[in-house]
């Protein structure tokens, strides 16, 4: 069983910036995946970015590419999400989830079994 717990959401102004952290806890094995993903009003939940927790691969949405960068603490269980370049239509709520298989790209939220709460970032124009 693993719990994860969003932080960092909040409301900034377009060309700002935020990090978000998702705090796991219980077994994080190194074949897992810990993904990223968002969701606006009205919208389905999409694919934001994702890290193997063994480290190296890294994957984005290509409408984050060159503004969001993910990264892992290991040794804190702990996975990050810097936005730089926020634009409005990032506003969502940002769920953070684990994937326990290895699938490539891990990128549907269908194959993650393990969801936090969600914060909710609001970018203002």
């Known amino acids: 069983q693993v719990q994860l717990v969003e932080s960092g959401g909040g409301l900034v102004q377009a060309g700002g910036s935020l990090r978000l952290s998702c705090a796991a806890s219980?077994?994080?094995?190194?074949?897992?995946?810990m993904g990223w993903f968002r969701q606006a009003p009205g919208n389905e939940r999409e694919f934001v970015a994702a890290?193997?927790?063994?480290?190296?691969?890294?994957y984005y949405a290509d409408s984050v590419k060159g503004r969001f960068t993910i990264s892992s603490d290991n040794a804190k269980n702990t996975v990050y999400l810097q936005m730089n370049s926020l634009k409005p239509e990032d506003t969502a709520v940002y769920y953070c989830?684990?994937?326990?298989?290895?699938?490539?790209?891990?990128?549907?939220?269908?194959?993650?079994?393990?969801w936090g709460q969600g914060t909710q970032v609001t970018v203002s124009s």
């Open positions: 989830a684990v994937q326990k298989g290895y699938y490539t790209p891990p990128t549907r939220a269908y194959e993650y079994g393990y």
């Open positions: 219980g077994r994080i094995f190194s074949s897992y995946t």
């Open positions: 890290i193997r927790w063994s480290g190296g691969n890294l």
